[in-house]
T-cell receptor
Framework: NAGVTQTPKFQVLKTGQSMTLQCAQDMNHEYMSWYRQDPGMGLRLIHYSVGAGITDQGEVPNGYNVSRSTTEDFPLRLLSAAPSQTSVYFC???????????FGPGTRLTVL | GNSVTQMEGPVTLSEEAFLTINCTYTATGYPSLFWYVQYPGEGLQLLLKATKADDKGSNKGFEATYRKETTSFHLEKGSVQVSDSAVYFCALSDLGGANSKLTFGKGITLSVRP
């Protein structure tokens, strides 16, 4: 099993550009989520999904969109990048929301 | 809402020193409690967990006991190693059904010097 994979590992964007961060898992987990990690802020939940076709907002959803068309994939879209979105983004998956979450290696995003 | 409070960091210790990292929480219902560890350049991984009051989670020499009366889940290790240098996150998950989610503390950086 590859576990949770994320691409790209690093990305630099200009303000206003759009992009999609990819996340995939091969453990047949129903629950997937996206977090951002900022210094002194811990991890904050952006969006999550309890199964294919179902998504919901987390703590900091503004400026981000998600969709869940398959159990395996949960992409995160930045519609119009802003410098405030400079962060490290982690995708995670689990059997259920209160089970152990498995994290991907992260994507470091810089918005200029 | 739910919240997790961790002690302020960073923490620097010498090898073989005793470690305590404090964590307290606020939650409705009966949350599960977790400690996650993030090694440099990597994602988070579960270190240990406890699902009910008085449970003790343990792994790799680390321990934490779920104390409902003090709403705490402090992490301890009797003798730290240089390889324990990492960022440690306390987290909770309420049992609110399909919409349950993890709430993280801010994390604390531990550096262990030889």
């Amino acid at each position: 099993n590859a576990g949770v994979t994320q691409t790209p590992k690093f990305q630099v964007l200009k303000t206003g550009q759009s992009m999609t961060l990819q996340c995939a898992q091969d453990m047949n987990h129903e629950y997937m989520s996206w977090y951002r990690q900022d210094p002194g802020m811990g991890l904050r939940l952006i969006h999550y999904s309890v199964g294919a076709g179902i998504t919901d907002q987390g703590e900091v959803p503004n400026g981000y969109n998600v969709s869940r068309s398959t159990t395996e994939d949960f992409p995160l879209r930045l519609l119009s990048a802003a410098p405030s979105q400079t962060s490290v983004y982690f995708c995670a998956s689990s059997l259920g929301a209160y089970n152990e979450q498995f994290f991907g290696p992260g994507t470091r995003l810089t918005v200029l | 809402g739910n919240s997790v409070t961790q002690m302020e960091g960073p923490v620097t210790l010498s090898e073989e020193a005793f470690l305590t990292i404090n964590c307290t929480y606020t939650a409705t219902g009966y949350p599960s409690l977790f400690w996650y560890v993030q090694y440099p350049g990597e994602g988070l991984q579960l270190l240990l967990k406890a699902t009910k009051a008085d449970d003790k989670g343990s792994n790799k020499g680390f321990e934490a006991t779920y104390r409902k009366e003090t709403t705490s889940f402090h992490l301890e290790k009797g003798s730290v190693q240089v390889s324990d240098s990492a960022v440690y996150f306390c987290a909770l998950s309420d049992l609110g059904g399909a919409n349950s989610k993890l709430t993280f503390g801010k994390g604390i950086t531990l550096s262990v010097r030889p």
